[in-house]
């Protein structure tokens, strides 16, 4: 495997890209790219870190490459928040710098998964679809619940749906004030989903299922 540059160089690059970084709103079509850019300095550097065996710390499980790389964040002014969230932005695309830098077999040796984002991805998709056909098909016309209960289902598929596709990375992106308001909205989202399954599981009893 072809070695990267120094350390030093590596980090130099990579507080400045966090500072660029920094600069860049979620919203900005340059902001993806940035992220790639702090994932692959991220990356190249765990190469001059080892483990107790000896080899690269690829999977970033060493306390002295955690650390520098805490140091990185804190020399582009970062605060503790805006690491912690800056670095769940950018976590996908270190999982998936990590597994183009390494072979399958080495990937298998991390105990990480193995298959590529696009698998991945087609998966979810696949799932979703899944979901989709059973909430539409679940009640066919005519049959004892009815179209509205078939309305019901898609409702209930559709409201998950949505919310499979927000990534994760994304609410950590968000401001203080967005993420409080998040927060309060899932808790509602939370609590009304805990009084349809009660509901459901009632009417089940009730009919004797």
Known sequence: MERTRSRQDLARDLVKALRKLKTLSPGDAARTEALREVAR?????????????????????????????????????????ESRATQAAVRYHVSKYVRERLSPQE?????????????????????????????????????????????????????????????????????ETDRVQAQAVLSRLVSRAEQLGDAAAVAGADAGE
Do not use: C, K
């Open 107 to 175: 990937v298998a040796d991390l105990g990480l998964r193995s298959e590529s984002s696009v698998d991945r991805s087609r998966e979810q998709r696949d799932a979703r679809r899944a979901l989709l056909n059973a909430a539409r098909h679940q009640v066919a016309p005519g049959s004892e619940g009815g179209p509205g209960s078939a309305d019901v289902l898609r409702a209930i598929a559709g409201a998950l749906l949505v919310l499979q596709h927000i990534d994760p990375a994304a609410l950590a992106e968000m401001t």
């Open 41 to 81: 300095l991220s990356v190249d550097l765990r190469e001059h870190f080892l483990t107790p065996s000896g080899e690269p710390d690829w999977a970033a499980r060493t306390w002295e490459y955690r650390h520098f790389i805490v140091d990185r964040y804190s020399d582009a002014d970062y605060s503790q928040e």
